[in-house]
C-alpha cells in the first residue's frame, strides 16, 4: 500500500508540474515560475546533449579495405537474381493482361478491353525495364 501511495504522488506531482507548464506565467506563483524556468533549462540542455553525442558519433573516418571485390561480386549476383525475375513477373502480368483482353472481347465489355490492354501493356514495360538492365551496368 506504502508503495501504491508514493507511486500515485510522484505521479500527482508530475501531472501539476505539467499543468504547470501550459498555465500562463501572470497566473503561477514566483516559486512555480521558478521551477518551469529549471525544466524547460533541464529539457533543452537534454536535447543539447543528444544533438552533441550524435554529431559525435558522426564525425568517425573509415577507410575501406583494398582487395577482394567479393562484395561487389555478390552484389552483383543478387542485382541480376532479381532483375531476373521481376522480367519474369512482368511476363506474367502482360499474359494475365492478355487473358483479360481476351475476356473483355468474348464478353463485350469495354472496361475490361481497357484495362486489359493497360494490364498487357503495364507487364511488357517492366519485362522491357528489366531487359534494359544491361544498358544501367557499369
Known sequence: MRLINTIKDKFSKKAAEYK??????????????????????????????????????????AFAADGGGEGVETFNTVVEFIVEWVGRIGLVIGFIGAVQFAMGFKDDNADGKTRGLMCLASGFIVFAVSKAYDMFKA
Open 20 to 61: 504547470e507548464d501550459f498555465t500562463p506565467s501572470c497566473k503561477l506563483t514566483d516559486q512555480q515560475r521558478d521551477a518551469r524556468r529549471a525544466r524547460a533549462i533541464k529539457r533543452i540542455s537534454t536535447g543539447f546533449m543528444a544533438v552533441y553525442m550524435a554529431m559525435s558519433a558522426m564525425g568517425v573516418t
